[in-house]
Every structure is written in structure tokens, then in C-alpha cells.
């Protein structure tokens, strides 16, 4: 039987140019006994190869999807024009995001992703990570990755609503190496893993390391309606000794800041400084979200006690609310496996049957870093954004920031307001 295989290999083979005629040969020798169903299965997944599909991005696999590969790109181009209420504030433009990444995966049950910005003209790593998926319902992690805190923050950077990120975003931590655990199931998630210091960080002194951890749960999931309810915690001891100033004692210390929604200025309106003699932070999450057909709902409010050896603890405040509606009918697809809303897919493409999908938006985020003795400052901001997916790849935005208020930290009582556009691809 291997040598009628073989035979059978050596013919389908010599007639790749011809596949109607192969598919025919094999039925017919399948059909005569002289290939068994296994061997005609594994010879027409090896006439089949490799196979490229253009859904999300360019993805190239192998007929059984045992081993697949990835690569793509994200490039976010921003401009900003702000009307001044007492500080100069620049217009300007930048590249907000330059990425290339590559992910893939191995045997089926292995993954992988490695993420390079690019942006700040050096190339810094962002995501550089391994997973496996054999135990299932579970997956173990390890490398560089994106902490398990917040909706809106695990959601990729090319999909989320606004141009910015909502202001409580200042408390949340950046990527960074780690071992994580994650289950889910088709209605619920639970994440949760210890992490060190973002990689190329320096240090001084011992590095700083934490435990994260995230659980979602939809009562209600269909395929045009969602509730989804989710908390998220952070317990964080900080690098010993990391203060910026050269000079003077070093300190364990954290500092939050933030800017208002547009990242072009460089001016933050609410900055804590150095918050020196930290022993421990601690942060608290919890999330609220809805989705009916084409309108969505989101919310998150956070909450951040920072434990420090000679003083009171400080505690910060952050919360945003958030509602669109998408003109052309397409709903926000939920990923019910991670929590969290995926990027829109418009119905029609601009350029082969329509004009894409068109997206309004509305929100209003504060923060407030005053506590005991810090007086990081308050900030309110509301924002109005238009998105216009010309097709799965490409996307431009259009966002008004307006600052309600500001009452203490660096640029107390300036309430300014910005015009921001913005020019993505993402493949």
C-alpha cells in the first residue's frame, strides 16, 4: 500500500499544472482500494500546500493550519491644531505609531509574536512573546506582553475608538516581561501573572516586579447584542532606587502623568512628579460595557493606593464613559475569548462597492492626582470622534478634545481645545 502511495505522490506530482486532473486521479484510485482514506486525505493536503488568506492582514499556512506565519505593519499619522486658553500649545504633526511585527504559529498548539516601534527613531521592542496552548482551556505565556488590566488598553492600538486612550490610562503600566496564565470560556475569561520591569528599562537598584490580574464575564452574548462586566487588579512593589534626579538621594519612587488626549502636545496637564519612599502601589479596575447591532457602550473606573514609608498613603481617581454609533449598521465585534471589543470590518469597500464604514463617537474621561500631600492636579475632558474605515486595512479619524477643567497640578485652570486627524494602516 505505501508503494501505491508513493506511485499515486509521483503522479499527482507530475500533473501540479493540471488540478482538476490530479483531484480526479485520486478519487478514482481512492474509489478502487488502491489508496486508503488516510492516504488520500494527507495526498490532497499535500497538493493543497500553502495557502494565503487576506482576511485579517497577509497570513500564510499549511493545509492543516499546523504551522502559520504573519507579518504586518501598523502606521498611525497624526496632526494637531489647538485653539490656546493660556499656554502656547503647538500645533504639529508626528508619527504616532510605526510598527512592524511578525507573529505566527508552531504545531499547532505553539505561538508566537515579536513587535518592533519604530516611531521614536530607534527601534524598541514591544511585544516579544511565546505561548502554549496545549493543556487547554488553558494557555501559558512568557516574555514581553501586555499586562492583564483594562478592556480598552488590551485592545490593539488599531482598533480602538478615539485617537487617544482615555486620561485614566496615565495609571496603567506599560508591557513588559513576564510568565501569565489565561482561560476562558465561551462566555468568560480569567488572566492573571507576575511581571518584572518593562525590557530596557535601566536599573539602579533591585528591579521592580508585580502581580496582575483580570476576569471578564458576559451575561448576555449573541451575535448582535453583548453585556459585558470585567475587574482587573495590580499589586506593584517598585524598582529600589529609581528616582530621575541624578543628584540628589535616590528613592523608590512612581510617578503618574498624563496629557489631554492628544499626544502631540508636549505639555502634560496633570503630573504627580517623583512620589518618593514608595514601599507598594495598588490598583483596582472595574468595567462595564454594552454592545446592541450597531451602538456600544464602554466604561471603566480605576483606582490607584500608593503605599509609601514615611508618608500617608495617596490615593488617585480615574474614570472614563464612553457610546457609539456606527452609521453604516456594522456592529463592534467582541472577542468573548479576551474580553474585549475588536476593530470594525466595514460591510462595503471604498473603491470596489461602497464607501467603507462611517463611526460617531462621544466621551468623557477625569482623572485626579491630588491626594495628602500630592498635588498632581485634576483633569476633565470631553472628546467627539468621526471614524471613516475605507476598507479592513485603512482608516482615518477625525477627534475634538475639549478640557472642562483643570484645577491644581502644572497648568491649572487652562482649558484648551484640539483638533486631531489622523491617517492609519494597519495590515
Known amino acids: 500500500m505505501r508503494t501505491a502511495a508513493a506511485f499515486a505522490a509521483t503522479i499527482l506530482c507530475a500533473t501540479a499544472s493540471a488540478p482538476v486532473l490530479a483531484d480526479d486521479l485520486l478519487e478514482t484510485l481512492a474509489q478502487k482500494g488502491v489508496l486508503t482514506m488516510e492516504e488520500y486525505d494527507k495526498l490532497k493536503a499535500q497538493k493543497s500546500g500553502l495557502k494565503l488568506t487576506t482576511d485579517d492582514g497577509f497570513k500564510l499556512a499549511t493545509a492543516d493550519g499546523a504551522f502559520w506565519i504573519q507579518p504586518g505593519t501598523l502606521q498611525q499619522f497624526d496632526v494637531a491644531w489647538y485653539n490656546d486658553d493660556k499656554a502656547d500649545l503647538a500645533n504639529g504633526s508626528e508619527l504616532r505609531r510605526s510598527r512592524l511585527y511578525l507573529t505566527g504559529g508552531l504545531f499547532k498548539d505553539w505561538l508566537y509574536r515579536v513587535e518592533w516601534e519604530f516611531s521614536t527613531g530607534t527601534a524598541t521592542l514591544t511585544d516579544g512573546y511565546v505561548a502554549y496552548a496545549g493543556y487547554k482551556p488553558f494557555m501559558i505565556t512568557v516574555g514581553q506582553m501586555k499586562q492583564p488590566f483594562s478592556m480598552e488598553q488590551l485592545a490593539a492600538d488599531k482598533n480602538v475608538t478615539f485617537m487617544e486612550r482615555a486620561l485614566p490610562f496615565a495609571f496603567v503600566p506599560p508591557r513588559a ?69 541624578a543628584t540628589g538621594p535616590k528613592f523608590s519612587t512612581v ?32 468595567e462595564l460595557a454594552a454592545a446592541w447591532g450597531p451602538a456600544s457602550l464602554q466604561s471603566e473606573y480605576q483606582i490607584v493606593q500608593v503605599e509609601r514609608e514615611t508618608a500617608a498613603t495617596a490615593r488617585f481617581t480615574g474614570w472614563y464613559a464612553q457610546a457609539t454609533w456606527t452609521l453604516t449598521g456594522e456592529a463592534r465585534p467582541y472577542k468573548a475569548d479576551r474580553g474585549f471589543f475588536d476593530g470594525i470590518r466595514p460591510r462595503a469597500n471604498v473603491g470596489k ?75
Do not use: C
Not at 502631540?264 to 502601589?281: C, K, M, N, P, S
Open 177 to 245: 516581561p513576564g510568565i501569565m496564565l489565561a482561560s476562558s470560556g465561551a462566555n468568560w475569561t480569567v488572566n492573571g501573572g507576575i511581571f518584572g520591569e518593562p525590557v530596557g528599562n535601566a536599573q539602579a537598584g533591585d528591579e521592580g516586579y508585580g502581580l496582575a490580574a483580570r476576569a471578564t464575564f458576559a451575561p448576555l452574548l449573541s451575535s448582535d447584542r453583548v453585556v459585558h462586566l470585567g475587574l482587573a487588579g495590580i499589586w506593584r512593589k517598585p524598582t529600589a532606587e529609581n528616582s530621575a534626579n
Open 255 to 286: 510617578r503618574f502623568r498624563t496629557k489631554p488626549e492628544s499626544d502631540v502636545l508636549a505639555q502634560r496637564f496633570a503630573d504627580t512628579g517623583e512620589i518618593h519612599d514608595v514601599d507598594r502601589y495598588v490598583m483596582e479596575g472595574a
Open 353 to 427: 462597492d461602497g464607501w467603507g464604514a462611517f463611526e460617531v463617537a462621544a466621551r468623557l474621561s477625569e482623572i485626579n492626582l491630588t491626594d495628602e500631600d500630592v498635588n498632581g492636579g485634576r483633569l476633565r475632558d470631553a472628546t467627539l470622534g468621526l471614524n471613516w474605515y475605507l476598507n479592513p486595512f485603512l482608516r482615518t479619524s477625525a477627534n475634538i478634545v475639549k478640557v472642562l477643567r483643570t484645577s491644581g497640578g502644572p497648568l491649572n485652570d487652562d482649558e484648551p481645545v484640539s483638533y486631531q486627524l489622523r491617517f492609519q494602516l494597519a495590515l
